[in-house]
C-alpha cells in the first residue's frame, strides 16, 4: 500500500518559512513522480510543483516560483517543499501525491496523503 505521509506544516507570519516534507514507503514506476498540491476553502486543489525520483526533473506553478523549491532525497524515500516569503494566500491544506510522471493535474496522481494545514498571518 502506498500512502505519501506529509508532515511540517503549521501557522507562520507573512514573510516566514516553512519546510513540508512527504514520505512514501515503495518507490516504483507508477510512483516515480511526487507531486504538491494545495487547496485553499472553498477553492479547488491546485498544483504547487512536482519532481521525479529518477532524474530530479522539477516544475513548479507560476503562483509560486522563485519562492518555494521542491526537492527530494532518494535515500530516505522523501520529498521536501520550502516555503518562503510566505503570504496569507498561500493558506491551504497541502497534500502530498504520487503518481507515474509529473503532471500539474491532480488525476495524473494516484496516491494521496492526508493533507498538513499550512495557515500564513498577516
Known amino acids: 500500500q502506498v500512502q505519501p505521509v506529509e508532515s511540517g506544516g503549521g501557522v507562520v507570519q507573512a514573510g516566514g518559512s516553512l519546510r513540508l516534507s512527504c514520505t512514501v514507503s515503495v518507490r516504483t514506476f507508477s510512483t516515480n513522480a511526487m507531486g504538491w498540491f494545495r487547496q485553499a476553502l472553498g477553492k479547488e486543489r491546485e498544483f504547487v510543483a512536482a519532481i521525479t525520483w529518477s532524474g530530479g526533473s522539477t516544475t513548479v506553478a507560476d503562483s509560486v516560483k522563485g519562492r518555494f523549491t521542491i526537492s527530494r532525497d532518494n535515500a530516505k524515500s522523501t520529498v521536501y517543499l520550502q516555503m518562503n516569503s510566505l503570504k496569507p494566500e498561500d493558506t491551504a491544506v497541502y497534500y502530498c501525491?504520487?503518481?507515474?510522471?509529473?503532471?500539474?493535474?491532480?488525476?495524473?496522481?494516484?496516491?494521496w496523503g492526508q493533507g498538513t494545514q499550512v495557515t500564513v498571518s498577516s
Open positions: 501525491a504520487a503518481g507515474p510522471y509529473i503532471s500539474v493535474y491532480a488525476r495524473g496522481y494516484e496516491y
